[in-house]
């Protein structure tokens, strides 16, 4: 049962659309995550938040951005599409604090971006 | 930089047998936590085991266990009795802690169990 929810699961665009691939969990973590993932590969970091208010790029160079308004939400914008960022986007979330050092990430089924 | 390192891309086992995972790690670090997540084909990434790194005891849970070595910095997912299920890719993570959550992933091992 997932607790951790991204819409929509499956995304094709042509380039130079904005879009937003939402991301939304009902544990009240405070730490949420978006990784980049091609399919079979290793996740890579690109934005991340430790609370509302609070957002920080991760490790790997990303087009997009993000925000954090309420603790549940953390939507990933692309303002311009383009065929390099076809690829699979993982949401996770984990809690803060004693219990968040050594707690599980829970992610999120990912999206599947395809920009033609 | 931490990094974390997964020397075997695909890997397989015969259904019922044993098969080893490898991960190590480089960090300066002496406080730290080790994740193994297993990623179903198009399913969701979900945590298969956990160590903290000031715990010597090696940590199981059923038929997976690890085999933690902190001075070589290795830290191995060992699969009992493997099964169909566990067909997968398994992703090593280091978190350093406290004060961070910046999780590091390996590049992923994909485990293929045969019937």
């Known amino acids: 049962e997932a607790d951790i929810y991204q819409t929509p699961r499956y995304l094709v665009i042509g380039t130079g659309k904005k879009i937003t691939l939402e991301c939304s969990q009902t544990?009240?973590?405070?730490?949420m995550y978006w990784y980049q993932q091609d399919p079979g590969m290793e996740l890579h970091l690109i934005h991340y938040?430790?609370?509302?208010?609070?957002?920080e790029k991760g490790d790997l160079s990303s087009e997009s951005t993000v925000s954090r308004i309420r603790t549940e939400h953390f939507p990933l914008t692309l303002e311009s599409a383009r065929p390099s960022h076809t690829s699979q986007y993982l949401c996770?979330?984990?809690?803060?604090?004693?219990?968040?050092?050594?707690?599980?990430?829970?992610f999120g089924n990912g999206t599947r971006l395809t920009v033609t | 930089a931490q990094t974390v390192t997964q020397s075997q891309p695909e890997m397989s086992v015969q259904e019922a047998e044993t098969v080893t995972l490898s991960c190590t790690y480089d960090?300066?670090?002496?406080?730290?936590?080790l994740f193994w997540y297993k990623q179903p084909p198009s399913r969701q990434m979900i945590l298969v085991i956990r160590q903290e790194a000031y715990k010597q005891q090696n940590a199981t849970e059923n038929r997976f266990s690890v085999n933690f070595q902190k001075a070589a910095k290795s830290f191995s997912l060992k699969i009992s009795d493997s099964q169909l299920g566990d067909t997968a890719m398994y992703f090593c993570a280091f978190m350093k802690g406290p004060g961070t959550y910046k999780y590091i992933f390996g590049t992923g091992t994909r485990l293929k169990v045969l019937a």
């Open positions: 938040s430790y609370g509302v208010n609070s957002t």
């Open positions: 996770a979330s984990g809690p803060l604090g004693t219990a968040g050092r050594n707690s599980p990430l829970h």
């Open positions: 544990m009240g973590h405070d730490k």
């Open positions: 960090t300066s670090e002496n406080n730290y936590y």
